[in-house]
């Protein structure tokens, strides 16, 4: 019996150890694997929280015996772990599982913790939920709000002496005392068109604004934006699919170019109730935009930041909250458009900020005193800041992202606070790739996250300025291991020369490429403002691209001038006032210069595809240059920019009024009649950022025009159309299908 035994337990030994080896030995990319079953999906850290004493910091790791995450602290210099709140710490009364933590926030004497959790989506994220407090000195657990509707609350922080809890429901402002537990409502006109203390889906879109008010520094006060949607045409999203009969899913204020805004402005009220009052800002609230404000430290003032609607102009004011008076110490100006800059860091006991302007042709920060009179380069040099890092007062430096020679890498650099030297990159040249930085508040210390197209991140803690790595937090060493038993082609990164400019690129071939062979060419397109494609990062591996080059195409992308790159103002921009037209016209003849680099592409077979922008380029493409892309598949598209949101819009095209060509020319849908080759468009009916209107629109102008087309809707999914069991499968299976067909 025992040898018997002994030899089934070898033969299942065997087994086991065969199994694995084929598991491991797998090499093919399965669509299902990528979209359902997780098995790339990499590992993060965190959310880091540095202390007030920039020893140490704070992350959340998962506590298994109570099912939820305990909050530690590792310090930096020994990596010294000690617990500073358990999940059965965060286990409500009555409950038996603790909260489950979406964000986090100390009190600024570390003594409280405030836990964001049950969060809900607004408009395009969730910043809705229930927020409970954490007295870690006494233990006591609270919820906020506990008389205010559930999951209702939104922004909600700690006053600067830890005592109070501000929030926002129902668009209006609350202000809780933690030792009673009593909240009391200090506005009472939010509701319908009156929003207090947050923004619409225009403001939070595209200005990124999102949480609107803020605590005076001597917690007497709170400032806050109010907008009035009233005058504001309304969209309607229906749901067809949820009900016996439709029913309006969601109704809100969404203005299109050249309508009517909301109105916006701030106030100051007293943050135990009182009345607001309201500071007099010159302009038109409906034709201006006030895109940022935030006290300025250790004052009675706020900082202003104010947008016209055309956006080649920003007022900053400074105002004074008692007073309520208004300076305006600063104007920039922009012969094109100006984007919001978020890099203002208050020094030398607040007599300057920092300031970023592309004044000299480049994105550089630069020291403005507070009257607005001195203004100083910090920054120089023929490249962008991209985002400034940490300021260090006492060390005389500022840490930022930058990438003067590979505009699709990042890495950290440091410059004199007095402007002097040179430009100081610390992240070590032997590392190529793109960095991201969280550094402490002496500069000290940072966690670094490091990572290229074949590198997923690599999160460390490293000592700076020397940027030497004392500990790995996070190396993803098993998603690294499947991806590298893929044996895939790495991106390769090139350079297109079209004439008056050169692009940037990259190229995917085939696993067992033949040059000798010809093989179909897909293009991967964005192409808009927003964003960039070629950029040498980790991006999920890009695996739907591996996926369709392992089907045996070639694959590319290109950035076409205009694009988010730091490649200067002058780059950025050339698409003023022909979004689509200059854009898709560089797509257009680096695909002709392509074809005369790389004898293999067969160019009887060149598709083109993309999402959002990309689906929009992807028409312009299709519907103008009918000649190079013989068929395209375009996702969550705007089909005629008039539909789209205005301070998107009118920030790179201009006002309708005065540049109706260019909103014509730049609009595929008004050239679908070209249409030769073969596409297919897909969007979700609940889409609120590109609405399903505008596919309906060009599928009514391609059945005008007689032009045969494949179509895809997904019913109640938004713009990433992911919601709902097995989208994201089943429309990369759609997408699939549609490439072997073809392309």
Known sequence: MKRKYILICLIFLGVTFSCSHILLAQTELTLRDIYSNGTYNQKGYGPVRWMKDNEGYSTLETNSQYEGKDIVRYDAKTGGREILVSAKQLIPANETKPLSIANYEWSNDDSKLLIFTNTRRVWRYNTRGDYWVLNLKTGKLQQVGKNVEATTLMFAKFSPDGSRVAFVSNQNIYVEDLATGINKQITHDGGGNIINGTFDWVYEEELDCRDGFRWSPNGKYISYWQLNSKGVRLFDIIDNVDSLYPFLYKRYPYPMVGEENSSAKIGVIPASGGKTRWFTIPGDPRNNYLARMDFIPKSNEVMIQQFNRIQDTNKVWIGNILSMKLSNILTETDPDF?????????????????????????????????????????????????QINCIDTDGGYVYYIASPYNYTQRYLYRSRMDGNGKAERITPESMTGQGSYQISGNAEWAIQTFQNTTTPPVISLVHLPDNKEIRTLEDNHGLKEKYDALHLNPKEFFKVDIGDVTLDAWMIKPKNFDPSKKYPLLFYVYGEPAGSTVQDDWEGGDLWSQYMSQQGNIVMSIDNRGTKTPRGKAWRNSIYRQIGILASQDQADAAKKIFTMYPFIDTSRVGIWGWSGGGQMTLNAMFRHPDIYKTGLAVSFVSNQRLYDDIYQERYMGLLSDNAKGYHDGSPINFAKNLQGTIMIIAGTGDDNVHYQSFEMLVDELIKNNKLFYMMSYPMRSHGIYERENTSLHLREIMAKYWKEHL
């Open 338 to 386: 100006l984007d919001v800059h978020d890099n203002i860091r208050w020094f030398d006991h607040e007599k300057y900020f920092t300031w970023t302007s592309e004044r000299d042709g480049w994105s550089h920060l630069y020291k403005v005193s507070r009257d607005g009179k001195e203004i100083q380069p910090i920054t120089k040099g023929d490249f962008d800041v991209v």
